[in-house]
């Protein structure tokens, strides 16, 4: 606006310049309890929040705790658990697989911590379940290693499970990169496969802790539970359309059993086996179920866009996404 304008061509420009400055303000957002006006940057929309932290500090929080006998504080869980010993107990060296497990919790909560994952669909569905899995792990280790294998423990491990569930659930309805399979799907369905089992044994060893002895049908009820645990397994297999970590991981469980009940049991040998043909059958059935949904989307490729992310993950060596 110069000296020379007219009056009414003054009250123009003001006008202009107002109308401006409002549009200006409405696409800003108010940041502080100032006011003042910011837009929403990528740094912001990156940032780590209580989700990403929640997930770093229960993957921690989980593997420490075990540690506490080492300090005098509680007994070790093995010692808890040789005390109510059972038939479907596992044997010992079956337990060295917390070691991978552990790692495989701590590569995830690195991997979905990482600014180039805090805004992935698939990770903001797994992050409080994991995390959710990851407390119920420490507080279960640390239950049992100041009273025992009660049933506060298998509440706390059922908890456990449920977190797994859901996870599981998200992760057999998406499509996942590369890097994603090995950092999300592969760590949290070989923890799920195990936290099965480990629950099945879990209220075993609780019945024994509280005086409920099956005497002589005991053989025969521990081989209906790992049958009915294996047809379970099965089931949730076929609804994943297949799932390699989950499988192989309860195919060591079943190992495990069989190598320390199956050897004292002929009931119990005979069902970790017919549990094993179950799990075989369970992932071979998922993997067709899932060959049969991309041959259907391959007929229809219209429908692609509307059935995104439920055909499961791909092979680790596929393309990134």
Known sequence: MTICQAPEDRLDTIALNATEFLCDIATRKPIGRCGKMATNTLSQRTALNLPHLAVLLTAALQILTPLLPQIGIGEPIG?????????????????????????????????QALPAQRQD?????LRWPAAGAFLGNALWAAYTQFYGLSFVSVL?????LTCLIV???????????????????????ALAAWLTVATTVNIAASLRYHGVEGGAAAPGIGAAVIVIAGLIAAIVL????????????????LAAIFAAGGQASGP??????????LIISGLIAGYRRRGMRLVQLQVEPESVADTQGELGPPSPFADER
């Open 79 to 111: 010692s808890r658990s040789l005390a109510v010993r059972t038939l479907i107990t596992p044997a010992g060296w079956a337990f060295s697989i917390w070691g991978a497990l552990y790692l495989g919790a701590t590569v995830f909560a690195v991997f």
């Open 121 to 125: 669909a698939l990770l903001h569905h």
């Open 156 to 160: 706390i491990i059922t908890f456990t």
């Open 167 to 189: 996870a599981y659930h998200a992760l057999s309805n998406a499509t996942v990169s590369r890097s994603a399979w090995w950092c999300a799907y592969l760590p949290l369905s």
């Open 238 to 253: 076929v609804r994943g359309r297949g799932n390699l970590p989950y499988a192989a991981v309860f195919l060591w469980a």
């Open 268 to 277: 119990i040998a005979v069902a970790t086996s017919a549990a094993a043909i």
